[in-house]
């Protein structure tokens, strides 16, 4: 453990995604569409979670197949809620200590689910999961390229390119910040 938790580790980090960059075939979950057509309430801006079987459920609405391998991008809905608020309002919440955030549930089914199918993950939320989170959860127990500083994406315009053909899956590349020692 010694070699891993170091200022100078080599062992575990972003260097090697840096030196090459992610490349896969991403696809898109667009649970901000699918969540108001199924009468479900979401409030990014609190603590709460998306869970399994909503993710689930709109791959199937989409008609979108999952591949071992794929990289997983969420639309929550947090940016368009985001875009839409007051500068008075966004002022207040980075006043926040520790801000609530929505995101994935923390739960052994989700963190299965993603391991045994996703290279990476994303989201449009600034914590993939729903934050604070209990670090029990998923992202404490495994080393997986997650969407805070790998994989930044513009959801909003994203979903909209890919409800024209109503094709979710498509070619993710992207270049990875090259930080010494970054985990």
Not at 42 to 62: D, M, N, W
Not at 73 to 85: E, P, Q, T
Not at 99 to 116: A, D, F, R
Request: proline content about 4%; charged content about 20%; glycine content about 8%.
């Amino acid at each position: 453990m010694e070699d891993i938790y170091t200022d100078k580790s080599v062992v575990n980090g972003l260097r090697a995604w840096a030196e090459k960059g992610i490349v896969g075939r991403g696809i898109l979950l667009d649970f901000h569409t699918w969540r108001p057509a199924n009468n479900l309430k979401y409030e990014p801006f609190k603590t709460g979670s998306i869970s399994l079987k909503y993710l689930r459920a709109t791959a199937e609405a989409q008609g979108t197949e999952i591949k071992f391998g794929d990289i997983l991008i969420i639309r929550s809905g947090y940016m368009a809620v985001y875009n839409m608020l007051a500068n008075s309002e966004i002022q207040s919440y980075t006043r926040v200590n520790t801000p609530n955030l929505s995101g994935v549930e923390q739960s052994e089914e989700m963190l299965q689910w993603i391991w045994e199918n996703f290279s990476a993950v994303a989201a449009d939320h600034p914590s993939f999961e729903c934050y604070p989170t209990n670090h029990r959860g998923a992202f404490a127990r495994f080393f997986l390229p997650a969407g805070d500083a790998l994989l930044a994406f513009d959801t909003e315009k994203l979903a909209e390119q890919c409800k024209k053909p109503g094709r979710w899956a498509s070619l993710v590349t992207s270049e990875v910040y090259n930080v010494p020692g970054g985990v």
